[in-house]
């Protein structure tokens, strides 16, 4: 059964630091692997996702990496912003049958603050 | 624009008061689910429709019903609410087959059943 999981559960960091969010899972059989960000009474917002042939996605300051093998996957944020706070989400596809393979399997997310 | 669209985005009510959350999406994709966020259990899935009068539970179903009448359409019913369905509700939609496509989310509904 795969399961996710993220660390750490909170992260405060001083703004302009360059910071890394872990996300590990259990089993390395995955087709994809996707990062949210979710703003409290907000909506999940796709950030990136990584086909499991791709090493690293890169979207402006963010850049998520995967190493199945391992069975983890970073996402880094370079020069980081107050607008960064949020908590963030990794997912991967985990249905247990053909008919449900876009159903996502969840960590439990980084909050991550940001102070000025 | 793309987009999943959720109503209502929040809603208090009380407990056996039948209610539907709807949800539509732009983008004619095929599959379509239904989310539940709870602190310390994260996402987890109801119910999912992979097309039109196709649809199945997910890990949590008990207490809700779905219907796929329209491919656009995958409103999420609660017969007869109960306090453990008080809860924060995500619907998703994608293409059917993996891809190189995110799924792509509405911004939720924040249920309170009193």
């Known amino acids: 059964k795969q399961e996710v999981t993220q660390i750490p559960a909170a992260l405060s960091v001083p703004e302009g630091e360059n910071l890394v969010l872990n996300c590990s899972f259990t089993d390395s059989a995955i087709y994809n692997l996707q990062w949210f960000r979710q703003d409290p009474g907000k909506g999940l917002t796709s950030l990136l996702l990584i086909q499991s042939s791709q090493r690293e996605q890169t979207s402006g300051r963010l850049n998520a990496s995967l190493d199945k093998s391992s069975g983890r996957s970073t996402l880094y944020i370079a020069a980081s912003q107050p607008g960064d706070s949020a908590t963030y989400l990794c997912a991967v596809p985990g249905g247990t049958n053909a008919g449900n393979n876009r159903k996502l399997i969840w960590g439990l997310g980084t909050s991550l603050a940001v102070n000025p | 624009e793309a987009q999943v669209t959720q109503n209502p985005r929040y809603l208090i009510t009380v407990t056996g008061k039948k209610l539907t959350v709807t949800c539509s999406q732009n983008m004619n994709h095929e599959y379509m689910s239904w989310y539940r966020q709870d602190p310390g259990l994260g996402l987890r899935q109801i119910y999912y429709s992979m097309n039109v009068e196709v649809t199945d539970k997910g890990d949590v179903p008990e207490g809700y019903k779905v219907s796929r009448k329209e491919k656009r359409n995958f409103p999420l019913i609660l017969e007869s609410p109960s306090p453990n369905q008080t809860s924060l509700y995500f619907c998703?939609?994608?293409?059917?087959?993996?891809?190189?496509?995110?799924?792509?989310f509405g911004d939720g509904t924040r249920l309170s059943i009193l």
């Open positions: 998703a939609s994608s293409t059917t087959s993996y891809s190189n496509q995110p799924q792509h």
